[in-house]
């Protein structure tokens, strides 16, 4: 009965990261993958299947060939060997695009069947069940990046973290008979965790995080088994060989100058030394009769050393290891990079919807449930126990910090929401009968019945209708290129010279590369690098590693066309690839704007305030309205000029209209300032005249309307549209080419 429910676990899985997104990837003729980076991830599948199995690691059309390679290799051996396999040996371009669409959803599957042994070893095996149907829908980041064509490390990174976490629970639940093969177990399990964790290492540069956690767990383990008088020693024995089995996977596959070489290493020989001076330590107190207290003291002392070791092997050998575990708080380059944002952070403010909108009910189900893994680690010294604790608070303190870390969360959460939910199922089933009650007679039937149901139906609210509405909302959500921006970028690919002068180069091993430069690039924001890279076969100037995100904001917050032709001749453009998306434009609800704009001014250095304007007016009963206001800057600046108008001239809407602005209203906040009066002009020379009359900052020409010109727009001279069908009006996506 549980295998054939675990499959339907399973194809409930596939069900929805398949079937639902179905048509958002597969249409026009091509692979519309779902992410930014999945674009790149294919273009180094693209290189690997060539070169099978080796990995690229010095790339080229990064624009430098002394730039890392910001990923890791194994996903993409994965879906490379996938591919190469199929098409036994020669796959084609086809083949390679479904596996990569093929292999996330795959991956989750795996996952779910893992997740359903690790809540079986831990609890039982009704509770496996639930939890790996549990994982299955769950929604959020885990959902998300485990569907059809997210061709993305981070499925991977789940499935092989949930894969150390099993093996580990399996070594340290197996007894050491006194046989040889018996003792060879708990081993062999170590080993084939290390194994796991390797893999892991080899998934994600950053892989530091986990072996953080897996230290502070064996931290925890050691002072309260300490304080309570048990022996841990067999947690050392089952950790230390895992902890050691990685670092060997990672020295031997892992490219010594591949971004994260050094901040694995050192995470990992630091992990195996404090993993073996715990139990050293506790060993040395035993033998010269050392009382608890100090070795309670010692024990934290020890890994405050390791991490100084950390920052010091860090500051001596640039070991960038902390700067890794620093990418858990965020900064100014993800200032405007939503999956970095704390889980209960908004745009304006805090706000509690992520809960939901991202677990359904499972972390709320989850929370309380801690309290019975966290009663097995103190009374008993339950060490699967105190891994799952450590875990369970470790993912929620880096979700919390940054959203995108919910992935990891999914897993642990899952297993502690079914075993509420079983609790809350098992509670109902054995209900006492009130008392008023208790003389009736119940038919057998009547009394089989209705409880188990109840239970079915309380389960179901509680642990997967949420999360099933929120699942499926996620899978329908539409993430891709689009076909204009295909086309646009397939055009590019086949009419504009090779960057390297060779075609080839795109699928050049590492050894060929030499250090080649590109004879030109591509002009565009960061948001684009990857596609421009992987559908055109050409090196953009700003990537989504940020890398020629401040240039790139520079050029399109450029009035001046000189300044902007200036620019891109210092850099190297010959292209520039606009989207509307730069731009304001109608938010998904219809009553406000959205768009990349803020983002360029914030990489640019420049204030939001120069272009566009948040303002309240007075309504006739005295309340305050939010209105956004557009300046003449917005709509002179090339990123409107391009993306919007198409480098075409337009003239100023009719009437021109001229905002006057006083100081901040009393109950408006501190920076919105108040909109006192707009006036109607026949012309833009009436209207310039009357603000100059005006005192400086109080009055200026605007337009309530990002797409609506409240200035005349001229043409651009030096920068122009490829062909007439790009710059025709309402393209989502324009090309233009730098004309001398």
Known sequence: MIPLALLGVVLLCLAVRIGVPWSNVFHDGFVDFQDPDSWYHMRLIDNLVRNFPYPLTVD??????????????????????????????????????????FVPPALAAITVVVAYLITARLFDRSVGLLSAAILACIPGDFM???????????????????????????????????????????????????????????????????????????????????????????????????????????????????????????????????????????????????????????????????????????????VRIAAQLRRLTGGHSDSH???????????????????????????LLALPALIVPLRGLVRVGRADHGLLVVL????VGAT??????????????????ALACVAIARRILKAPVPANQAKRRVEPESRGFVRPALAVVVVGALGFAPSLWYAFGEARFYRGVGLPTYQILSWLRKSSPEPFGDPQAYYARSSAVGKALPSYNVMAWWDFGYQILRIAHRVPLAFPTQKGAATAARFFLETDEVRAMSLLNMHGAAYLFTEKSLAFHPDRSGDGWTGRFPALASWAGRPLSDFMEVVVQRKADGSLERKTVFYPSYFQSMAVLTAVFGGQAAPAMLPV?????????????????????????????????????????????????????????????????????????????RLFRWVR
């Open 337 to 363: 990079v939503q999956e970095v944002y704390g889980l209960l952070r908004a745009a304006d403010g805090l706000t509690l919807v992520p809960l939901v909108s991202f677990f359904g009910a499972t972390l």
């Open 144 to 318: 998300r990046r485990s569907l059809l064509g997210f061709a993305d490390h981070h499925a991977a990174e789940v499935l092989f973290c949930a894969c150390t976490v099993l093996f580990l629970i399996m070594a340290m639940q197996t007894p050491a008979g006194a046989d040889r093969a018996a003792r060879r177990r708990p081993t062999l399990l170590s080993g084939a965790a290390g194994l796991a964790l390797g893999a892991y290492f080899l998934t994600w540069a950053s892989a530091a995080f986990l072996a953080s956690l897996l230290c502070l767990w064996i931290f925890v383990q050691y002072m309260v088994d300490h304080l309570r008088g048990r022996s841990v020693d067999h947690v050392t024995r089952v950790l230390a060989p895992a902890l050691l089995t990685a670092l060997v996977v990672v020295l031997a596959f892992r490219h010594p100058k591949a971004l994260g070489y050094g901040s694995q290493v050192l995470s990992l020989a630091v992990g195996v030394v404090t993993t073996l001076s715990f139990e050293g330590l506790r060993r040395l107190g035993h033998r010269l009769g050392v009382q608890g207290p100090i070795l309670a003291v010692a024990f934290p002392a020890l890994l405050l050393v390791g991490g100084v070791l950390v920052w010091f092997g860090e500051s001596i050998h640039g």
């Open 400 to 417: 919390l910090v940054q959203q995108r870390f919910s992935y990891y969360l999914a897993l642990p959460a899952a297993v502690l929401a």
């Open 657 to 733: 209209l001229v905002a006057s602005l006083g100081n901040p209203a009393a109950s408006s906040g501190p920076v919105e300032r108040e909109l006192l009066a707009v006036r109607s002009f026949g012309d833009h020379i009436e209207a310039t005249s009357y603000v100059a009359s005006q005192p400086m900052g109080t009055a200026s020409i605007v337009s309530f309307d990002p797409a609506k010109a409240c200035v005349p727009v001229e043409a651009l001279r030096t920068i122009r549209p490829l062909t007439r069908q790009l710059a025709e009006p309402g393209m989502p996506v």
């Open 392 to 395: 369970m608070l470790g993912f």
């Open 60 to 101: 080229p059309y990064l624009g430098r060939p002394d730039i890392a390679i910001p990923a890791a290799p194994l996903f993409d051996v994965i879906v490379a060997g996938v591919a190469w396999v199929l098409g036994a040996g020669h796959p084609s371009d086809r083949l390679v695009d479904f596996s990569g669409a």
